[in-house]
């Protein structure tokens, strides 16, 4: 299917003009929704993203690898209802967003978990991984301000604590932190939650 965007014919006369952003007025906005582990940002995103009009499309980076997470994400299914279309894709982010024409509000959840499988798709292999799992973050940002769709990207701010005592660990940490900068700079707003508490940062 091939939904119109409400309000999309209003902003007609916008067309050709790009924002500060580098996005057109016709093309929907990029939210970025921070926060530490159960910090209540996926429950943040659901809300705003349930604010919103028109079709919803879940799109979840996790994959059932155990019981315990099989679980779980039977456990969010239920609590987001009948009103959501849920894709997971470990991988192909981008291109399931490039796909997507038909919704309205598309929520991402998350980027940590994203860059997690593609370390591990890469074979946990530390030499060129930044330069490589980069051009994959390129591409997402990139999708995200072509689409029509309002997008919510979760991902969590793992910068606050100590420092990794292995290699791999601290990649992890400096690429979900370069992927967290590439995001908010071409986000529409973004907000940071801690106990539950939204604070909008941009």
Not at 9 to 19: D, I
Not at 151 to 160: H, T
Request: hydrophobic share 40%.
């Amino acid at each position: 299917m091939n939904i119109k965007r409400q309000g999309q014919g209003a902003r007609g006369k916008g067309q050709g003009k790009v924002g500060a952003n580098g996005r057109s007025p016709l093309h929907g906005k990029l939210f970025l929704i921070l926060g530490g582990a159960r910090s209540g940002k996926s429950s943040y995103a659901l809300k705003l993203a349930e604010s919103m009009t028109g079709e919803r499309l879940y799109l979840a980076t996790a994959e059932a690898l155990d019981k315990e997470m099989a679980e779980r994400i039977k456990k969010h299914k239920k609590e987001r209802g009948n009103n959501w279309t849920t894709i997971e894709e470990p991988i192909k982010v981008a291109d399931v967003i490039k796909k997507s024409t038909g919704y309205d509000v598309i929520l991402l959840d998350c980027i940590t978990i994203w860059l997690s499988n593609l370390i591990t798709n890469y074979g946990l292999r530390i030499t060129n991984l930044d330069s490589q799992i980069a051009k994959h973050i390129t591409s997402l940002v990139s999708m995200c301000k072509k689409t029509k769709a309002n997008i919510i990207v979760v991902s969590n701010e793992v910068g606050l604590g100590i420092v990794p005592d292995n290699p791999l660990a601290r990649q992890f940490r400096d690429i979900s932190g370069y992927a967290n900068q590439k995001i908010a700079e071409a986000a529409d707003e973004v907000y940071f939650v801690t106990a539950g508490i939204p604070v909008k940062i941009k």
